[in-house]
């Protein structure tokens, strides 16, 4: 079964920071170009950053940008997102996904989780 599972949020303060995990089962992410996106209650979901499948390029939300980083390691069939100095606007879930491309707005991007569940991320005093 093709799935992508989630993993490392969990709740922090506001400037603490925390590594999201991504795991694929059930296929290659070598080829694909791998993101993130967040739904926080009340709000639109929101591309958060994605990464070519080689690697070469990443693009980030401006709202995050210079704060999260994310990295793919293909032999380990993962992606991650580094989050630093996390905010409470940071509170949301977060889930990855297949991208349809990386080098266009994140706002256009085509997400494919393959039965992602999520991990909730809490930036709370």
């Known amino acids: 079964q093709l799935q992508l599972a989630e993993s490392g949020g969990g709740s922090v303060q506001p400037g603490g920071s925390l590594r999201l995990s991504c795991a694929a089962s059930g296929f290659s992410l070598n080829y694909n170009n791998m993101g993130w996106f967040r739904r926080a209650p009340g709000k639109e979901r929101e591309g958060v950053s994605c990464?070519?499948?080689?690697?070469?390029?990443?693009n980030y939300v401006d709202s995050v940008k210079g704060r999260f980083t994310i990295s793919r390691d293909n032999a380990k069939n993962t992606v991650y997102l580094e989050m630093n100095n996390l905010k409470p606007e940071d509170t949301a879930t977060y889930y990855c996904?297949?991208?349809?491309?990386?080098?266009?707005?994140?706002?256009?991007?085509?997400?494919?989780?393959?039965w992602g569940q999520g991990t909730q991320v809490t930036v709370s005093a």
């Open positions: 996904a297949v991208a349809n491309q990386c080098t266009g707005s994140l706002a256009e991007i085509s997400w494919t989780t393959y």
């Open positions: 990464i070519s499948f080689g690697g070469s390029v990443t």
